[in-house]
């Protein structure tokens, strides 16, 4: 049988390659799946699908996401860390050493004393008619990462969702839009009293209720205008739009842990308050897989850290290193 790796980490965005680094740095040599199209985002995470980054500390003029995922994968190999671009498809935490099964290779058991989940979250949007040609060119699915980029600005932005993330979103763009209009396809918001009450008390953000976005267009650089659908009398009305912003939830990338690790109602991995670890000993989750509240590249590679100082004082206690 092969000797169990100490650290395996599953996953490739900002959590997974800080787990890394911290983990190489420590001498555990971390072996790494970052994933081959998982979740439908590619090796790197969400970062990759996005252009400018202007808040992660240490890049005054921004970065672009893919360059910043690229130069976390060159540091967490120039420590040590051995990188696979596989999928890990199926695990087996029932004993240890614990038991992961790439795509490449089911049937082979990759055996780990430790192993860090960090699988992230997939952000969901609605293919309407002009999602693939906007998407980035003013429609985006994070307003705290994109909004306050300078084609945002004095321009009406429209909001779909009506849960808390809309009405943060909403209330957050209005700083910077000439107007915000929050599209909800019921006549209830779903999202707390306080969130709610900041919408409605907001003067600059109307809401839409029972309506949807149909469709976005523009000139084919930007977008331009989005059709709003009267669900309730089926009319369809175009308005300016200089932007257009998902929050309709997140889809956690957990369905390989389903009846093997604890879950919230949505999906998302369950740490002990204020540390990485699972219900299961020995392994951790980090970054968005296990955080619905913030969801940004700096909070991810924040607990990507804890996940391995936990680790390796885990492996420590239980003699392993
Ligand atoms: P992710 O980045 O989600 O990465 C997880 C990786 O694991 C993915 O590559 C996935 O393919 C892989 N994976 C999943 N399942 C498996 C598996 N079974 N086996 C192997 N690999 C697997 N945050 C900011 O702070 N600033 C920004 O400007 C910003 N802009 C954003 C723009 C967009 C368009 C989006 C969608 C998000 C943005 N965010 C931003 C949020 C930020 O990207 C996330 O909070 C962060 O990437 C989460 O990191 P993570 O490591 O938890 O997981
Ligand atoms: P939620 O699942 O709570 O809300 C999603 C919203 O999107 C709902 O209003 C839903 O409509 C709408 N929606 C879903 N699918 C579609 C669709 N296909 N078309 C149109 N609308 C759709 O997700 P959130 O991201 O808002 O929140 C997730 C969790 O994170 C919650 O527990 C929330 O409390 C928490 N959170 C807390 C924050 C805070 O406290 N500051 C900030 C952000 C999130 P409908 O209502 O009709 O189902």
Avoid at 204 to 225: Q, R, T
Wanted: proline share 4%; net charge neutral; hydrophobic share 40%.
């Amino acid at each position: 049988m092969q000797n169990a790796q100490k650290v395996i980490i599953i996953g490739s965005g900002p959590a997974g390659h800080t787990a890394a680094i911290y983990a190489a740095r420590a001498g555990l040599t971390p072996v790494m799946y970052e994933g081959f199209m998982a979740g439908g985002v590619a090796a790197g995470g969400q970062l990759t699908t996005t252009t400018e980054v202007e808040n992660f500390p240490g890049f005054p003029d921004g970065i672009t996401g893919p360059e910043l995922m690229d130069r976390m994968r060159t540091q967490s190999q120039k420590y040590g860390t051995t990188i696979h671009t596989e999928t890990i498809e199926r695990v087996d935490f029932s004993s240890r050493p614990f038991k992961v099964f790439s795509q490449n290779d089911p049937a082979t058991a990759i055996l780990a004393q430790s192993v860090i989940i960090a699988t992230g979250a997939t952000a969901k949007t609605l293919p309407i008619q002009g999602f693939g040609e906007y998407w980035q060119k003013g429609i985006s699915a994070c307003a705290v990462c994109d909004g306050s980029l300078p084609i945002f600005k004095n321009v009406p932005l429209f909001v779909v969702g009506g849960g808390d993330s809309a009405c943060e979103e909403a209330t957050y763009l209005s700083r910077f839009a000439s107007r915000v209009y929050l599209v909800h396809r019921r006549d209830k918001l779903r999202a707390s009293t306080i969130m709610q009450d900041r919408v409605l008390s907001n003067n600059k953000i109307e809401i839409l209720w029972n309506s949807e976005v149909s469709a976005a267009s523009g000139d084919g650089k930007k977008l331009g205008s989005v059709t709003i659908h009267h669900l309730l009398n089926g009319g369809n009305e175009n308005r300016d739009a200089g932007g257009l912003f998902f929050a309709i939830g997140h889809k956690p990338n957990t369905d390989v842990f389903k009846g093997l690790l604890d879950m919230d109602a949505d999906g998302y991995l369950l740490t002990k308050p204020g540390t990485a670890q699972t219900n299961v000993e020995g392994v951790f989750a980090a970054g968005d897989v296990q955080d619905k509240r913030y969801r940004q590249a700096i909070t991810a590679a924040g607990s990507g850290c804890m996940a391995a100082l936990e680790a390796e004082r885990w492996l420590a206690v239980n003699g392993i290193h």
